[in-house]
């Protein structure tokens, strides 16, 4: 029997993942919240449901019930996750058919580790509320898939970035900024990578936590001078953290400092396609694939 997919959350990366498994795999359906991006999911060939966390509507229920895999890529609320709440409420805890649950997690949970590389064993003390969130619903996911008797790939996803999304199109808009901590570093992942480990989890039906992530922390404003020089502009000036404008939450990500290891991934058997920020950076630019879609249709 063909995998059905159903994707809970069929954004940027999850896309990826659905063009990737297309023809060994049916996609079933992909939630969304807006009519703008259902009409971009229908293009790509995923069957859009308009989902807002505020129960199931119209067919949405009929389709999930009979996904044997599900990938999860919707960030929780102030009151948990609403896909768990809304299943549970729709009498549909655990779905009878399912085989195999993808969570979309982020390497945010293990909090500030003042540099040291962590591991899926290393302690995790998230400092913001939505890390914290994001640790209580693997836990609840945990609890999901064991009623369910299903594994469950739990990816922790460091800093994405791809075509349309990346240093490039910072640099082009203006955008960029080239802002310096002094001991700050941070990983990141490029999107292809997160569609191959899924599909690589997948296959394996594998259940456990797993760091998707490159195998290079960096500082940000390296990747920033990089991407510069590749297209043969002057970077922008050097700004010191203390004096950068930031967003509460920008500023948020630069109080904590982790590596995230990369090597219970690899021993599973995957092999990154973009081991670091210059590889992908170079494909990119030669490519000219860094551009990507429109941006409405990247959210």
């Given at each position: 029997?063909s995998?059905r997919?159903?994707?809970?959350?069929?954004?940027?990366?999850?896309?990826?993942?659905?063009?990737?498994?297309?023809?060994?795999a049916?996609?079933?359906?992909?939630?969304?919240?807006?009519?703008?991006q259902?009409?971009?999911?229908?293009?790509?060939?995923?069957?859009?449901?308009?989902?807002?966390?505020?129960?199931f509507?119209?067919?949405?229920l009929?389709?999930?019930?009979?996904?044997?895999?599900l990938?999860?890529?919707?960030?929780?609320?102030?009151?948990?996750?609403?896909?768990?709440?809304?299943?549970?409420?729709?009498?549909?805890?655990?779905?009878?058919?399912?085989a195999?649950?993808?969570?979309?997690?982020?390497?945010?949970?293990?909090?500030?580790?003042?540099?040291?590389?962590?591991?899926?064993?290393?302690?995790?003390?998230?400092?913001?509320?939505?890390?914290?969130?994001?640790?209580?619903?693997?836990?609840?996911?945990?609890?999901?898939?064991?009623?369910?008797?299903?594994?469950?790939?739990?990816?922790?996803?460091?800093?994405?970035?791809?075509?349309?999304?990346?240093?490039?199109?910072?640099?082009?808009?203006?955008?960029?900024?080239?802002?310096?901590?002094?001991?700050?570093?941070f990983?990141?992942v490029h999107?292809?990578?997160?569609?191959?480990?899924?599909?690589?989890?997948?296959?394996?039906?594998?259940?456990?936590?797993?760091?998707?992530?490159?195998?290079?922390?960096?500082?940000?404003?390296?990747?920033?001078?990089?991407?510069?020089?590749?297209?043969?502009?002057?970077?922008?000036?050097?700004?010191?953290?203390?004096?950068?404008?930031?967003?509460?939450?920008a500023?948020?990500?630069?109080?904590?400092?982790?590596?995230?290891?990369?090597?219970?991934?690899?021993?599973?058997?995957?092999?990154l396609?973009?081991?670091?920020?210059?590889?992908?950076?170079?494909?990119?630019?030669?490519?000219?694939?860094?551009?990507?879609?429109?941006?409405?249709?990247?959210?």
């Amino acid at each position: 029997m063909s995998a059905r997919v159903f994707i809970f959350g069929a954004g940027y990366s999850a896309q990826a993942f659905a063009a990737g498994i297309a023809g060994e795999a049916e996609i079933v359906g992909g939630t969304t919240r807006s009519v703008q991006q259902a009409e971009t999911l229908a293009r790509k060939g995923i069957r859009p449901f308009l989902y807002k966390g505020e129960g199931f509507k119209g067919d949405i229920l009929d389709v999930v019930r009979r996904a044997t895999h599900l990938l999860v890529s919707i960030a929780p609320g102030e009151n948990g996750d609403p896909v768990l709440d809304d299943l549970q409420s729709a009498a549909i805890d655990p779905p009878p058919a399912l085989a195999w649950i993808g969570y979309l997690s982020t390497v945010g949970v293990y909090g500030d580790h003042g540099g040291a590389w962590v591991d899926e064993t290393a302690e995790c003390r998230p400092r913001s509320r939505r890390s914290r969130r994001r640790l209580e619903t693997e836990q609840a996911w945990r609890g999901f898939a064991r009623r369910a008797q299903a594994p469950l790939s739990i990816l922790r996803l460091s800093g994405i970035y791809g075509p349309g999304r990346n240093a490039f199109v910072n640099l082009a808009e203006g955008r960029a900024r080239r802002i310096v901590k002094p001991g700050q570093v941070f990983n990141r992942v490029h999107v292809e990578d997160i569609a191959g480990a899924l599909r690589h989890l997948m296959r394996m039906r594998a259940d456990g936590i797993y760091n998707v992530t490159d195998d290079e922390p960096a500082p940000p404003q390296d990747v920033i001078v990089y991407a510069a020089h590749l297209m043969d502009v002057a970077p922008p000036p050097e700004i010191a953290f203390d004096e950068a404008d930031m967003t509460p939450m920008a500023r948020s990500f630069y109080s904590e400092c982790k590596r995230a290891a990369n090597g219970k991934l690899k021993a599973s058997g995957y092999r990154l396609r973009y081991p670091d920020y210059r590889q992908a950076l170079e494909t990119m630019w030669e490519s000219g694939v860094w551009k990507g879609e429109a941006a409405a249709n990247l959210l």
